[in-house]
């Protein structure tokens, strides 16, 4: 979550930690694969030093298995482009550090990144972690990568050198408001949300849209981020007749719980929430009747409709995402739309722009200049006012049900919003 969906085994680890959501620090660990020695610069004999790619993430306790599918996109994005020669004729060498999910590690780990010659990091992605690493990465000028929601993180100005490419928690919130209330025509609208930085943010920046729109917010609840019991929850929406339900969660074993909440209660409000909420875990806790009313956020790229089928370059990206992870543990509408393969290669493009792999304000520059590029999950527009560079073109509203349709293949949805 990260705000990306939970995997029912990072579920259980962390029922059993007693820090909850976060897993407490202990001493930085070197988990990879920086097999390289020296500058990242030219080096002897016209050959070129590797360019160092940091990957900040959890390797080890309990969250480890859910952010590891973050990284697999731009682990196949290393590979195509190594494959090729390098990023300007550097080969990629990933450097590898524990975070453990806590923002207190944070700046111990880029110090680390800052200290073995990386200049470029994929991660962290979850708010918290982020906004924990964001003071230490912008001052020493290491440019990074985030899949986390918060706001504040394309704010250009304050962290020059953080990029977000998935959308903003706003940019979401306004997408599910306007078609809740644009094409749906709903009024009424009720909010349930995880009492954790994600679905805080989400929450947040959904009720002014609410108000803006001229719709009704009638109820407004909020739960632990791995609570299970959550009819207690839903009754307190369900005496103010809510026409939608704003779900705000990003762990599957909640989001499961809520759908046979509903099944228990006997009551079916259309709801709608993050893409997490349109993985295989939700779609296998509840009934076809349940789910034929249940929505989530996602990509243009990874949708069908009437009249526009899903394009080739998004199927082979696929069929090449099966084979490097075979297993997903149902996450694979999640891992599909994680931004770092684009990152990788938008990151490579600048890279050789800005002719350096050691002076990072001239590839912040480069990459503010990509303008209107086209990456595998969507439309990206970059500018040097905001680093939120995903379009709002890209952004779109998908079924549930439709991921039980053979066309879909556990990863693409069927489309319902313009």
């Known amino acids: 979550m990260t705000q990306y969906e939970i995997s029912r085994?990072?579920?259980?680890?962390?029922?059993?930690?007693?820090?909850?959501?976060?897993?407490?620090?202990?001493?930085?660990?070197?988990?990879?694969?920086?097999?390289?020695?020296?500058?990242?610069?030219?080096?002897?004999?016209?050959?070129?030093?590797?360019?160092?790619?940091?990957?900040?993430?959890?390797?080890?306790?309990?969250?480890?298995?859910?952010?590891?599918?973050?990284?697999?996109?731009?682990?196949?994005?290393?590979?195509?482009?190594?494959?090729?020669?390098?990023?300007?004729?550097?080969?990629?060498?990933?450097?590898?550090?524990?975070?453990?999910?806590?923002?207190?590690?944070?700046?111990?780990?880029?110090?680390?990144?800052?200290?073995?010659?990386?200049?470029?990091?994929?991660?962290?992605?979850?708010?918290?972690?982020?906004?924990?690493?964001l003071p230490i990465s912008t001052s020493l000028k290491i440019l990074n990568l985030s899949s986390a929601v918060a706001d504040a993180l394309g704010d250009a100005g304050k962290y020059p050198y953080t990029f977000q490419m998935n959308a903003s928690a706003a940019q979401e919130a306004r997408a599910v408001v306007e078609w809740c209330v644009k094409e749906k025509g709903y009024k009424r609208i009720a909010i349930i949300y995880a009492d954790d930085p994600f679905g805080q943010t989400l929450t947040d920046d959904s009720v002014p849209v609410i108000k803006e729109l001229g719709a009704e917010l009638v109820g407004k609840v909020s739960h632990e981020s791995v609570a299970t019991a959550m009819t207690p929850?839903?009754?307190?929406?369900?005496?103010?007749?809510?026409?939608?339900?704003?779900?705000?969660?990003?762990?599957?074993?909640?989001?499961?719980?809520?759908?046979?909440?509903?099944?228990?209660?006997?009551?079916?409000?259309?709801?709608?929430?993050?893409?997490?909420?349109?993985?295989?875990?939700?779609?296998?806790?509840?009934?076809?009747?349940?789910?034929?009313?249940?929505?989530?956020?996602?990509?243009?790229?990874?949708?069908?409709?009437d009249g526009s089928d899903i394009a080739q370059k998004q199927k082979d990206y696929v069929t090449k995402l099966k084979s490097t992870a075979p297993d997903m543990g149902g996450q694979e509408a999640v891992t599909v739309v994680t931004p770092s393969y684009d990152f990788v290669?938008?990151?490579?493009?600048?890279?050789?722009?800005?002719?350096?792999?050691?002076?990072?304000?001239?590839?912040?520059?480069?990459?503010?200049?990509?303008?209107?590029?086209?990456?595998?999950?969507?439309?990206?527009?970059?500018?040097?006012?905001?680093?939120?560079?995903?379009?709002?073109?890209?952004?779109v509203i998908a079924s549930a049900i439709s991921g039980t349709d053979p066309k879909a293949e556990t990863f693409f949805r069927e489309r319902v919003s313009a």
């Open 9 to 133: 085994r990072a579920f259980m680890g962390r029922l059993g930690a007693a820090g909850g959501l976060l897993v407490s620090g202990g001493l930085l660990a070197a988990c990879g694969s920086d097999d390289s020695s020296g500058s990242a610069s030219a080096s002897g004999g016209g050959a070129k030093g590797p360019l160092k790619l940091g990957y900040a993430r959890p390797t080890t306790g309990a969250t480890a298995s859910s952010f590891a599918l973050l990284f697999t996109p731009a682990d196949m994005a290393i590979a195509e482009l190594n494959g090729k020669g390098g990023i300007d004729g550097h080969k990629i060498v990933k450097v590898d550090l524990d975070d453990k999910g806590d923002p207190a590690e944070e700046p111990g780990v880029f110090r680390k990144f800052k200290e073995q010659g990386v200049h470029f990091v994929v991660g962290p992605n979850s708010s918290g972690t982020t906004l924990g690493a």
């Open 345 to 395: 290669y938008a990151l490579s493009e600048a890279i050789t722009k800005a002719g350096t792999i050691d002076d990072t304000t001239k590839v912040k520059t480069a990459m503010e200049g990509l303008g209107k590029w086209e990456g595998m999950l969507g439309t990206y527009a970059f500018g040097s006012q905001t680093h939120s560079a995903l379009d709002a073109s890209s952004m």
């Open 233 to 305: 929850f839903l009754s307190s929406l369900k005496k103010n007749n809510p026409d939608v339900i704003l779900q705000w969660q990003s762990v599957a074993p909640t989001i499961a719980a809520t759908m046979k909440s509903y099944e228990n209660m006997g009551w079916n409000p259309p709801a709608i929430g993050h893409c997490s909420l349109l993985t295989q875990t939700t779609l296998e806790s509840a009934s076809k009747d349940t789910l034929s009313n249940k929505y989530g956020f996602y990509l243009r790229n990874f949708t069908w409709a």
